[in-house]
């Protein structure tokens, strides 16, 4: 058997159920955006790692370092963002082919500091080897109030489910990148923003019962969420917020706009269930407090309901797993 044969999230249930025997208690182990740890602090240790690859994650054609120094440790912030925690230390390990230029790490480290400084977080250590293609991998820290972090488990039937901001634009971003499509645009995929104020927000509200950050695409996240709070869910398909940019990529290339929301991934935005009486609420409290936009796509139904999306001409249909997962080819 080969790891493309049964992809990413069955790789790492796999490895988690065959060979992750904890010694020690954890407050959250695999399975989430961030493991949760205890601390001797009043805060819980919120832990996540993420690595890119150079022609897997990012191109060096058509990523400036800059970029990709941003965007490495902005995925991890938003893993961050999705528990409702604050980030803290960050430890960068890069691998470089031998012959990089120092200018070029300069501007990665550049990119890094950026975001670095926006969102406070400081690097206190890392790794440095040779490699035959550029790898950046960061493990970050972060804390979060034991009353406040949020999980993908927690959804129940009749929540309402939301996104922040609008998705599919860095999805895209990248079609205009990989097509060198003749239009402006790519900013959400080379340097996207993690909504670490609005998950604040949002883990502080009882009425907020799920949440998981957009890395993979909005489908591969909700089924994320029903997997783990073992409930079903309805997608209205035409309520997905897509940008302007989104629908003149989808255009171009003939493409179903909301195709890049649904199966693209990369957003880093936050989807979140939020209990039906609380809506108008926790709409009002991040929109006035963060000027970020709160859209909802669908609702959480039973356990025996399977996940469904309602298409443009009010269609059920079922709601595909497909977003991005490694090894599994032609996506
Ligand atoms: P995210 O997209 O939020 O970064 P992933 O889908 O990458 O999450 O990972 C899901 C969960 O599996 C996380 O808890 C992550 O820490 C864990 N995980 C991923 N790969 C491994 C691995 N090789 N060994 C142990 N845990 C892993
Ligand atoms: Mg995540």
Redesign the pocket.
Known sequence: MLVKDIG??N??KR??NNF?KLKRPVIV???????VLNSSGSRLQLV???MLVEDVHFRLSTASPFQIGWKSLA?NI??IA?MGGEPTYAFVSIGLPKNTGVDFVDDVYLGMKAIADKYSVDVVGGDTVSSPQVIINIALLGEVEPENYKLRSGAKEGDYIFVTGDVGGSSAGLEILEKKLPIKGTDKHLMPIPRVKEGRLLAQSRYVTSM??I??GVSSEIH?ICEQSNTGAKIIMKDIPLSENTYKVAKLTGKNPYDFALYGGEDYELLFTCRPDATSYVKELVEKNCETSLTCIGYITASCQSLTIEDENGVSLPLKPSGYNHFVENQ
């Not at 182990?29 to 493991?35: E, L, P």
């Open positions: 990413e999230f790789l790492i490895l988690s992750v182990g695999i399975g989430d955006d961030c493991a996540t790692t993420d995925a938003s893993d999705a998981i950050d890395s993979d994320h």
